[in-house]
């Protein structure tokens, strides 16, 4: 049995939050001995990354960012890296590749959670972004031409096999040929449909929330540079009551003031906060990918030598801290946004996403920073285990 002290997100009040097992057994207003927290320090549900490609030099993508084959400690590494950045649970991002390249990354991810236990419950689920995506310059972003293709059910449930039923989200283009009954047969078989790297017209955005797509992937971005004031694919995506909305706020992707209008749109009920981390996300300011990429001191990663962005170089330390600076959730808005939010898109509201009694123990503990800059994670708990202590 463990014992947390900290302030709830949730209320803003000081509690005692007493773990027994994998779960949370009981929330006291008394102080009392505590083995980890502290009056200062925040009690979040474990923050959950439903799209991190990668981090520190590590890919869960083989050959799009590393060269070669990747390193056997791969998985965990990427899992630990997101722990200390208080990432309680992640979602590996497959992304647009060869039919056998993202077989062969399904598969380690589904042998690495096979092996593991602890793995296994940090990873509660798989996201694969493409390669049913637009072929356009801009929607594209940096998925390669030569594989984005049209949806192929006989495809895609060789890739649930591959990584053993634990796809949960899609991320599709709603304009590609067949994809309106594609998305209705994945919706049926339990995978979220999210729409993105797309220029789909607003017909088709509301016919494939219709057709039970339940999220857009980094709204606002994998988007043309330039498009018509109105009607457009974004604005029909913010209007749609049926569509989370998954944002970067890593300072680099999203202006502030896109940020805050876009939760003021979706609100704390309908916004998620992802990394979408790539590998050279926390490496060293340099060259990189054979002078294809650079990172830079800020941390941003781009195409080197451009202003063009290459990738998401941050966690959820800073995507969180961002949020609550640059919108105007309440701190309760920002950590549902963070974790009740993406658990209900992965079917885990039940049990997962809140601080109460009877839900998994899985927790991020933090203290603001004094300026700008992440959070201050004091440690990440999963299913009653500290993985992470600062």
Known sequence: MMRIRGKLCETGQAATVTVDGSRVSAIAADGGTAELGGEEVWIAPGFIDVQLNGYGGYDFNRGFWVEGEPPADTIPRIVELAARAGTAMLCPTICTNSRDGMLAGLREVARACDADRGLARAIPAIHVEGPYLAAEDGPRGAHPLEHVRDPDWEEFSRFQEAAGGRIKILTVAPER??????????????????????????????????????????LGNGAHAQIARHPNYIWEQLASDDLFASI???????????????ARV???????????????????????????????PT??????????????????????????RFTDLSMAGVARAASANPARVLGLGERKGRVAAGFDADLTLFRLPAGDGPLQIVATVVGGEVVYRA
Do not use: W
């Not at 970067?248 to 502030?256: E, K, Q, S, V």
């Open 177 to 218: 040929n067949g994809a309106l009954p594609f998305i209705e047969k994945a919706a049926a078989s339990g995978v979220t449909i999210s729409l993105g790297h797309t220029g789909a017209t607003p017909e088709q955005i509301r016919d494939a929330a219709q057709a039970g797509a339940r999220m857009s992937t980094h």
């Open 266 to 296: 979706k609100g704390p009920e309908r916004l998620c906060l992802v990394s979408d981390a790539v590998a050279l996300g926390g490496c060293a300011p340099g060259i990189y990918g054979n002078g294809r990429h650079e990172v830079l």
């Open 299 to 324: 941390g941003k990663v781009v195409l080197a030598g451009t202003p063009y962005l290459a990738g998401a170089g941050h966690l959820m330390d800073t995507c969180v801290a961002n949020a609550l």
């Open 248 to 262: 970067i706020t890593d300072g680099h992707h999203l202006p502030p003031a896109v940020a805050k209008c876009f």
